[in-house]
């Protein structure tokens, strides 16, 4: 059987460490960074800048129940050129695309298989705070984004396939009660 590095690191006893990368599709060019030192070439060529434990993501959860969390990116101890894009033409964030990924590694910080997707958004606001402390600039851009999940203005009022919504749009009926359990299921109908 075939198992991917990771797996097989793992079987053998090894410490596996996992990392969070972010790339931000932003008009002028994508950016890509991961929380640890350095930048880190992934099996797939993509380079990411190291943000040194400065970067931080919360709201990494799974919709339930037809709501979807707003996930913020925070980053702090960014260079001018990333707190600009922020400060200029909400063009140039506005509805672009903001993926988080998981990378894993191998106890001395090497990466093994390719890095997987775990969330993708939509980043719809941004916000930059700067710090002078000791002459020294500290920029903190903070992302708020959207899974697509999250766009309730877009959609008509009930227009989830959902119990909840079905019931508010005919109370009683049942033909939606059982939508949760149909995910992954393959259904045959008589031929």
């Known amino acids: ?11 053998a006893g090894e410490t596996i460490r996992r990392g969070l990368l972010v790339e931000f599709d932003f008009a002028s060019g994508v950016k890509r960074v991961w929380n640890g030192e350095g930048a880190l070439q992934t099996s797939d060529g993509k380079i990411w800048e190291g943000l040194f434990g400065l970067g931080s993501v919360s ?9 979807a969390p707003e996930i913020l990116l925070s980053v702090s101890g960014v260079d001018p050129d990333f707190a600009n894009r922020v400060k200029g033409e909400s063009a140039e964030y506005l509805n672009r695309a903001v993926i988080v990924f998981s990378q894993f590694f191998d106890e001395s910080w090497q990466t093994l298989d390719a890095p997987f997707a ?3 958004a939509k980043m719809r606001g941004m916000k930059v705070r700067r710090e002078v402390d000791d002459d020294v600039v500290v920029r903190t851009v903070t992302i708020k984004a959207e899974t697509p999940f999250g766009e309730t203005k877009r959609r008509p009022r009930n227009g989830y396939c959902t119990d909840r919504d079905q019931q508010t749009r005919y109370p009683g009926d049942r033909g939606c009660e059982r939508t949760p359990g149909l995910e992954s299921k393959l259904i045959e109908f008589p031929t």
């Open 118 to 120: 775990i969330v993708w």
């Open 1 to 11: 059987m075939n198992f991917s590095e990771a797996i097989a690191a793992q079987l």
């Open 59 to 67: 709201g990494l959860a799974q919709a339930i129940n037809g709501s």
